[in-house]
């Protein structure tokens, strides 16, 4: 049974840099088939996609974030990150990390870590 | 990008009845369309994709059909373990979701 775990400091000041890394167990994080993203729920809003990337680095993003969001892969460790950059109150949010089925839907997720915004 | 619309945003209902979810699309995606649930304290959980297919190990009371822009989830006997938000999440052209709509067991 694949398991995701997100892991990452629940607290990040504004403008700075929120970094989260989700650990891949009971299954590959190397497959041709499927890629690794993350997701989003701000309070009261719709789940909302962030990004998604292969194991092989072929990454995709949220056209509406691409210029604030990296993901990356770490194979060797059997994780994926992402980065969201210059961060404000409207980032607070549960951040899901996600394997999906190429870019279609999603199979498994973590059960979500609360990151909030403030100073 | 495309807008999935949900209804309703809230419903209750009974163990044993039967429930429908709608979802729509603002532009067709053919059946590019999945559905989760998401329960208190739990990942959420893939139940149906490509609009009508069932995941490995959800129960059979759970189907979906629809396709073009008009979509729907149906849960056929309502169980107590149903209690949770049903999304429904368009892939025609990247991700995106609809509002969510919370499942009350009255």
């Known amino acids: 049974q694949l398991q995701l775990q997100e892991s990452g400091p629940g607290l990040v000041k504004p403008s700075e840099t929120l970094s989260l890394t989700c650990s891949v167990s009971?299954?590959?994080?190397?497959?041709?088939?499927?890629?690794w993203g993350w997701i989003r729920q701000a309070p009261g809003k719709e789940l909302e996609w962030l990004g998604s990337?292969?194991?092989?680095?072929?990454?995709y993003y949220n056209p509406s974030l691409k210029s604030r969001v990296t993901t990356s892969v770490d194979t060797s460790n059997s994780q994926f990150s992402l980065r969201l950059t210059s961060v404000t109150a409207a980032d607070t949010a549960v951040y899901y990390c996600?394997?999906?089925?190429?870019?279609?839907?999603?199979?498994?997720w973590g059960r979500g870590i609360l990151v909030t915004v403030s100073s | 990008d495309i807008q999935m619309t949900q209804s309703p945003s809230t419903l209750s209902a009974s163990v044993g009845d039967r429930v429908t979810i709608t979802c729509r699309a603002s532009q067709s995606i053919s059946d590019w369309l999945a559905w989760y649930q998401l329960r208190p304290g739990k990942a959420p959980k893939l139940l149906i994709y490509k609009a009508s297919t069932l995941e490995d190990g959800v129960p059979s009371r759970f189907s979906g059909s629809g396709s073009g822009t008009e979509f729907t989830l149906t849960i056929s006997s309502l169980q107590p373990d149903d209690l949770a938000t049903y999304f429904c999440q368009q892939y025609n052209s990247f991700l995106t979701f609809g509002q969510g709509t919370r499942l009350e067991i009255k």
């Open positions: 009971g299954g590959p994080i190397i497959t041709s088939s499927h890629c």
């Open positions: 996600v394997r999906g089925r190429n870019l279609q839907y999603l199979d498994s």
């Open positions: 990337m292969y194991f092989s680095g072929s990454t």
